[in-house]
């Protein structure tokens, strides 16, 4: 076991475990308050570390386990019709995503989780909004591009945001449907994940390591998300977010030159 704890850790230094453990905090507590941005918020960071065939993995799995644990505290709000079709849909996109995934370089991925990002903030600044309640066709093709994203970045956030807060739901419901979209499009990306071979012991480790960090910022989240106004929710996710792409594409550029 030692053994398998050194390899994993291997290349490794204590600033980059410290800043790793970092970067899970804040990513759950982005969680916690806005009730997405796990992986958004945890790829590029993580990615600015290690390869993303080990981050991405190791984000979901975290992912998963930050949606059990506030589960209890949730389960009556969401709007379980548009996620039962977006979480069908992303069972369909993440198997091209994972392929994408083993395919494209890892600086490449970098680049593509960037200005994902970017592209997602700024269509989420605008505030759109849906004239009625969206259409079956609507929530079905969505949930297929965030299982493209998510298989192949981590990103399964994108769309999926774009559609609830294009609706009329309050922010308790549309907190609550993306806690629950993200918690079973994640178990459905892990399973293919596993499959595929990705889910090896160092992911598994690396993901126990990062589970302190990753309860503390989720619960603290949450317990923040209750005396928050809903301009507060779009400003701190937002404006996090959009610093995370920047960072992730600078870094992507960096190694270019």
Not at 3 to 32: Q, Y
Not at 79 to 99: E, H, T
Request: glycine share 10%.
């Amino acid at each position: 076991m030692g053994e398998l704890f050194s390899e994993t850790l291997r290349g490794l230094t204590p600033l980059v475990i410290a800043l790793a453990f970092l970067a899970v905090f804040g990513a759950a507590f982005l969680r916690g308050f806005t009730g997405f941005g796990f992986s958004l918020a945890a790829v590029p960071a993580l990615s600015l570390m290690m390869s993303p065939v080990i981050a991405v993995p190791c984000t979901l799995l975290l992912g998963m386990l930050a949606g059990v644990q506030v589960l209890p505290r949730i389960r009556h709000l969401p709007d379980w019709r548009s996620v039962r079709i977006l979480v069908v849909g992303s069972l369909v996109g993440s198997p091209i995503g994972i392929w994408v995934l083993t395919a494209l370089p890892a600086n490449t991925t970098r680049i593509v989780i960037g200005v994902t990002l970017i592209v997602a903030v700024i269509a989420l600044w605008r505030q759109p909004r849906f004239a009625k309640e969206p259409s079956l066709s609507v929530g079905f093709g969505t949930g297929i591009v965030s299982g493209v994203l998510n298989g192949s970045t981590g990103f399964a956030g994108p769309p999926v945001i774009l559609y609830f807060l294009s609706t009329h739901d309050s922010v308790p419901v549309i907190r609550a449907s993306l806690m629950m979209y993200f918690f079973f499009a994640t178990v459905g990306t892990l399973a293919y994940d596993a499959v595929r071979g990705l889910i090896g012991t160092h992911v598994l480790l690396l993901a126990a390591i990062f589970f302190p960090a990753l309860y503390l910022g989720n619960w603290l989240g949450d317990r923040c998300f209750d005396g928050s106004s809903a301009a507060t929710y779009r400003r701190v996710a937002l404006g996090i977010l959009l610093i995370l792409a920047v960072l992730a594409v600078g870094r992507s550029l960096y190694d270019e030159l």
